[in-house]
């Protein structure tokens, strides 16, 4: 029997945490996670996209010309560049320098020092016979120190280049070098290879030429650190003419290019003024080369290091993307250091990626979290889904807008985080949701009385603790818990922030969405319904209880009540009615309606007892309306009922503000309206009203006077309250007399006036007014 129990409880255990497996994959967690994920898939194929097609590339290109500035440093000085400058052309009469000009340029060169020439020129057609001649003599008597330039057969898109390379004659003693590069789109950069083949035979290029290079076939990057200004320049002409210092190039290679500013062999440079000659960047290209072959890892770390940072984040609980944001700083920062070692990355498509992932994320932040706190809103929960193994909570926090008037929004949100702590710690809720001054949350289904068990201890607990934890005893939980299984999740949501609302306005700590409670909720629609109607065409129904002298059997004054039929069916309840117009915040409305119809058939009764009492009920809040005492005390005089035959029977159920009822008590007092303290006993109808409220009549709760025959505790409240009452000169009316006996008792303590269904029960004014003319009510007296 025992295994028997245990092999049971296991089971119970092993489905329990199934369920609560299941339930977090249908999560707001997981669902964000979902969500999340998609959004980085697609932010990692959106960089690789963008790295196949070089989107990026002008921003790549801009962004190494900025590191390039910052890195910048002197170019070494054994190459220079020997510029076929707008000077030069201008001593040629804008002619470019023949054959002959360029053989006396060789000759002038290697005499100044000069150990090797590299045209960036192929000279590849013929010129003159003589000057051909000429030039490949000078070739030959300079064999091996002299490169010429050469651009194999290529393609430029759907253009076909075809090949550029010298003349036989000057290939047999002059060496070739590659001129040509592969630009960027807008000629922001360039790309150079370390040789070509041409004839199957391979020759380095003009940049691997200058630096003596003889590694491995790569493509690589000129590195733009080198400062333009510090490379050595000669003009062309110049050295024609002899005037520049030898000093300046002995021992050095040079480059002659084509610097006039009309040449189409230029690029350009970010952060920098207008052309730059393609030569120049075959000299850095050399100064590169001399340091090392740049390594181009291209795009791949830094997509890498994308792929892994928007997963993560994909993962994370909140809505932080501050790990988004490090990576940024560090897909910026790396390049920075890695350029000082030759290695190049691309990180442009990487930092799209993260953009793409940034904005998909703040969107689902922007949806499924809170604006105020780091919290899940009730969007992020699986809404469409119904659950019958769930319950739906909800927790209104009381006066959240006035506790946090002076906190930050750290503090707010650590309030909040409190709060969660503690919704998760004594159950199985899942997510927590935060909604305006609410949180929801689901945990398994319970049955009914366990449900109110742990409702009821979890309001208390989180009472506590704030009370405790933030000092503050005016903040009270109210708890919505829905148990309507078959509906949709967003439909119940919905229905448990309702109840939480109600349960904060009833002052209860907590109200459960059920079936019953539904059908209550649908009946106070309808109460609400039938007196907006009835407001609207003022017709609520009222009568009149009499109010008897316990001494004489005298009628003295009566009660107003309302007795109405709105539809010509069932007598309305009145305190159902009364709930909605507070609720609905007309009851100062109400209280003018029925006090007009009671006034009316009260002047009958004043014509036949001119000291006849009329009391009209009204909420002692009221008091503090200044409209609502003008209306009413416009109507008395307009209907022309004396002020000195009108009682208001004060009821409240909340503590009254001395400041603020004080001068409409004076008014009343001086225009001669009684005050009567209704249920006395009960709710805040306290001794303290009695030192708040000048009033010249108390109404003992008919609940005290009903028990007086069965509880002594009662008889005794009941005694001390007429001793009280009339030590302060005030008169005592007890409520809900129901038998002789009981008014042979309030008689023998010296009760003043009682009413109830000893008497008669409520009654037209018609009714009262033939009963006062008896003058006495039939009683023992």
């Known amino acids: 029997m025992t295994g028997f129990l245990r092999r049971g409880l296991v089971r119970a255990r092993g489905n329990r945490a199934v369920l609560l497996e299941e339930n977090a994959l249908n999560s707001g967690a997981g669902l964000l996670r979902r969500k999340r994920l998609k959004v980085a898939i697609f932010a990692i194929l959106f960089g690789l996209v963008s790295a196949a097609i070089d989107l990026p590339l002008p921003a790549e290109d801009f962004y190494r010309a900025v590191r390039a500035e910052l890195r910048s440093r002197p170019a070494p000085q054994d190459v220079a560049m020997i510029a076929i400058d707008d000077k ?39 010129e003159n016979p003589k000057a051909d001649a000429m030039f490949a003599d000078t070739l030959a008597r300079h064999d091996g120190k002299v490169w010429l330039g050469i651009a194999p057969k290529h393609n430029i898109g759907f253009q076909v280049v075809e090949e550029i390379v010298p003349l036989p004659a000057f290939r047999e003693h002059a060496r070739l070098a590659a001129m040509n590069g592969m630009g960027s789109p807008f000629r922001l950069s360039v790309v150079f290879p370390t040789s070509v083949v041409l004839d199957g035979e391979k020759h380095p290029s003009l940049s691997a030429a200058l630096a003596g290079y003889n590694g491995p076939d790569r493509s690589f990057r000129p590195d733009y650190s080198f400062d333009l200004d510090s490379i050595p320049t000669i003009s062309y002409i110049d050295v024609l003419e002899g005037k520049f210092s030898p000093d300046k190039i002995k021992g050095a290679s040079v480059v002659v290019g084509k610097a006039y500013y009309e040449s189409a062999d230029y690029y350009l440079m970010p952060l920098r003024d207008g052309k730059i000659p393609g030569a120049y960047f075959h000299i850095m290209g050399a100064h590169t080369l001399k340091r090392g072959v740049p390594l181009d890892l291209m795009w791949i770390p830094a997509l890498l290091v994308v792929a892994v940072t928007v997963v993560s984040q994909s993962r994370a609980r909140g809505r932080s993307v501050q790990t988004l944001t490090i990576a940024a700083a560090g897909l910026f920062a790396a390049p920075l250091l890695l350029d000082e070692f030759g290695i190049n990355i691309d990180v442009m498509s990487g930092l799209l990626a993260l953009l793409f992932a940034a904005i998909g994320f703040q969107r689902l932040s922007k949806k499924y979290y809170s604006s105020e706190v780091d919290a899940m809103t009730t969007s992020a929960l699986n809404v469409e889904n119904v659950n019958e193994d769930l319950d739906v909570y909800a927790l209104k926090i009381a006066n959240l807008a006035e506790m946090s008037e002076d906190w930050s929004a750290r503090e707010l949100g650590e309030f909040v985080n409190t709060l969660i702590t503690y919704v998760k710690g004594p159950g199985e809720a899942g997510d927590v949701a935060f909604e305006r001054d609410s949180l929801v949350w689901l945990a398994p289904r319970m049955d009914t009385v366990s449900l109110e068990r742990h409702a009821d201890g979890l309001a208390l607990m989180l009472k506590t603790a704030i009370s405790h934890d933030w000092q503050s005893a005016s903040s009270t939980p109210a708890i919505g818990i829905d148990t309507n299984h078959a509906f949709p999740l967003g439909q119940r949501i919905k229905k448990a922030m309702q109840a939480a609302d109600e349960a904060a306005v009833r002052g209860a700590r907590f109200i459960i969405n059920d079936a019953a409670y539904l059908e209550a909720r649908n009946q106070r629609l309808e109460i609400m319904r039938v007196l907006e109607k009835g407001l609207r065409e003022r017709n609520i129904g009222v009568a009149y209880q009499p109010k008897i002298d316990l001494a004489t059997g005298s009628i003295v004054g009566a009660e107003t009540l309302i007795r109405w039929k709105p539809e ?12 909605a117009a507070e609720a609905t915040d007309r009851i100062n409305e109400l209280t003018l309606i029925v006090m007009e119809a009671a006034l009316v058939d009260g002047r009958r009764a004043i014509a036949i007892d001119p000291g006849f009492k009329l009391a009209v009920n009204m909420s002692a809040k009221s008091l503090s309306d200044t409209h609502l005492l003008f209306d009413m005390m416009t109507m008395l005089g307009r209907i022309g009922f004396p002020a000195e035959n009108l009682t208001l029977e004060l009821t409240e159920t909340a503590k009254l503000e001395d400041k603020l009822i004080a001068p409409q008590i004076a008014a009343l007092k001086q225009r001669g309206i009684g005050l009567s303290i209704d249920d006395f006993g009960t709710g805040q109808s306290n001794l303290e009203y009695l030192e708040k409220l000048p009033s010249s009549e108390l109404k003992i709760d008919k609940k005290f006077v009903q028990h007086m025959a069965s509880s002594d505790e009662s008889k005794a409240v009941v005694r001390a309250t007429i001793e009280i009452a009339h030590s302060l000169g005030k008169i005592v009316v007890a409520e809900g007399v129901e038998d002789q006996a009981m008014a042979d008792a309030l008689r023998a ?18 009714e009262l007014i033939g009963m006062m003319g008896g003058r006495r009510i039939a009683i023992s007296i």
Do not use: Y
């Open 88 to 126: 030069t052309l201008n001593a040629f009469n804008r002619s470019m320098p023949s054959r002959t000009d360029d053989s006396r340029l060789i000759d002038a060169l290697i005499e100044a020092g000069v150990k090797k020439i590299v045209f960036d020129r192929a000279h590849a057609d013929p």
């Open 568 to 579: 010509g069916d069932d007598f309305v309840n009145p305190q159902e009615l009364v709930l």
């Open 749 to 766: 303590m010296g009760c003043d006036q009682a009413q109830g269904f000893l008497f008669s029960r409520a009654i037209t004014m018609s």
